[in-house]
């Protein structure tokens, strides 16, 4: 095995390079994966865009963080992992100590472990990452369906916050990839889902993934009264999650939700973003806002087995895929299609296609 590696590094904003590293040599505890595949995703893209990201990564940095690959060398004291092994690592793992993760907050955890640089021929999982967030993948379950367990598992805590029932009306406002994950769990979990999207080929989308009922933006269209139509009785969704990330969406979802219900605002604006609210509405109505952040080595768990028992049916979430060598250019392409509203839901990234 060479000492050198092909991997993405992110020196800055919308600054990605491929160049030649050293190999990363595990240490006690520690895992090396031969990457099998890493996908894109909505906060690398913002990563890129920015040039950074306070909590997990500063450049120049080793770049993306959803993955699964194959174990080829091991570091002192590993417990339950063999080399030739297939696994997902996750992209964190709390500390199990503070105050937090003593009260079963483990997501919030004052010193969560990042783990980053999965656009890369292999990667270095820390111990503690190996030691609760890192799981075995079957046989039969591709890489780039693995790896996504890292999003879903998001999703899968934003919506067990949420409490929802059998029978529920849950709204889902937008339809990226955390929207599109965000629809077919609701619909895995019994509730009948309203979809809201803006572009035209988003209806489409929506309805694939989940979505009964479809509401799409438009001028001089009242998105709200729109979607409390489709509700019982016009009183609204018994859960809203908004997943759009601005301060328009987030005054809407309070509008959309049922007295009594619960709004999700999973979409995290910037720094410094503030809304408006009618406390009235919120206080009468007895309505709860959450705002669910990240994922538990619990959501992982389950969200992984959505993903194995092909429940989630993930390959309908990796629309293409594309070499390590790629990996500059397909960011550069997101960000126009991002700007033009053609965002591709996952791209699958396969080290050894550039080989």
């Known amino acids: 095995m060479s000492t050198t590696m092909q991997a993405v590094v992110l020196h800055g904003r919308e600054d990605l390079r491929l160049e030649t590293v050293a190999v990363p040599q595990p240490g006690p505890g520690e895992l090396l994966l031969r990457v099998g595949a890493a996908l894109t995703c909505g906060t690398d893209l913002k990563v890129y865009r920015r040039g950074y990201h306070a909590k997990m990564l500063v450049p120049p940095t080793l770049f993306g963080h959803e993955i ?20 997902v690592a996750l992209n964190s793992a709390p500390c199990g100590a503070c105050l937090f993760c003593r009260r079963d907050q483990p997501n919030l955890c004052s010193d969560l472990l ?3 640089g999965a656009y890369a021929e292999y990667i270095r999982i820390p111990a503690r990452i190996v030691a609760k967030n890192t799981l075995h993948v079957p046989e039969g379950v591709p890489f780039q369906h693995a790896a996504l367990t890292e999003p879903l598992a998001c999703v899968v805590h934003g919506l067990e916050q949420c409490k929802p029932r059998t029978g529920d009306t849950v709204v889902v406002i937008g339809a990226g990839p955390i929207g ?12 009948r889902v309203i979809a ?3 572009r035209d080929d988003q209806i489409a989308s929506a309805k694939r993934f989940g ?6 933006i438009a001028e001089g269209v009242d998105t709200v009264a729109a979607v409390r139509a489709l509700t019982e009785d016009g009183e609204g969704a018994d859960i809203v999650v908004e997943c ?12 959309m939700v049922r007295k009594g219900g619960v709004v999700n605002l999973f979409g995290g604006p910037p720094s410094g973003t503030s809304v408006s609210f009618d406390t009235n509405r919120l206080h009468y109505g007895d309505i709860t806002l959450k705002a669910t952040f990240h994922h538990t080595p619990a959501a992982c768990r389950r969200a992984f087995e959505l993903i194995t028992s092909g429940r989630m049916h993930a390959e309908d979430f990796i629309t293409a895929t594309s070499a390590l060598s790629d990996v500059p250019d397909v960011f550069r392409r997101m960000l126009v299609r ?10 699958a990234i396969l080290p050894e296609a550039a080989q």
């Open 68 to 87: 699964a690959g194959t174990v080829i060398a091991m570091g002192a004291d590993v417990a339950g992992f063999k080399q030739g092994d297939r696994v």
């Open 114 to 116: 990042f783990n980053n």
């Open 180 to 191: 599109l994950m965000f629809l077919r769990t609701a619909q895995i979990a019994g509730c």
């Open 196 to 198: 809201v999207v803006k």
């Open 211 to 216: 979505a009964d009922e479809v509401v799409q």
């Open 244 to 255: 759009v990330a601005t301060p328009a969406t987030w005054e809407q979802s309070v509008e």
């Open 338 to 347: 991002s700007a033009t509203g053609t965002l591709d839901i996952k791209t």
